[in-house]
């Protein structure tokens, strides 16, 4: 059974870092392309981050370039977003995507709440 779960959210003043994990079973991991997304009260699911499945090649979206970093441990099945010099627009539930080809897996998400 596939699992994608998200966990590492939750309240954090302007300014703060949060890191953010998605542990991955039911599927080779090493074998897929690995992206954070985020979706923002009112908005439309937005592409954060995403990272090649050996891990040397990342990407990520104008405005979380240079705050955000996106990591991945293929030993451990697990997906990293490690977040710095958080803003309120930051503020959204998190979700990993798993894609292989024609496949694409997601998790339930993780609320990041920007706010003092």
């Known amino acids: 059974q596939v699992q994608l779960v998200e966990s590492g959210g939750g309240l954090v003043q302007p300014g703060g870092s949060l890191r953010l994990s998605c542990a991955a079973s039911?599927?080779?991991?090493?074998?897929?392309?690995m992206s954070w997304y985020r979706q923002g009260p009112g908005k439309e699911r937005e592409l954060v981050s995403s990272?090649?499945?050996?891990?040397?090649?990342?990407s990520y979206a104008d405005s979380v370039k240079g705050r955000f970093t996106i990591s991945r441990d293929n030993a451990k099945n697990t997906l990293y977003l490690q977040m710095n010099s958080l803003k309120p627009e930051d503020t959204a539930v998190y979700y990993c995507?798993?894609?292989?080809?024609?496949?694409?897996?997601w998790g339930q998400g993780t609320q990041v709440t920007v706010s003092s």
């Open positions: 990272i090649n499945s050996r891990g040397g090649t990342t």
């Open positions: 039911g599927f080779t991991f090493s074998n897929y392309y």
């Open positions: 995507n798993a894609k292989f080809v024609t496949l694409s897996y």
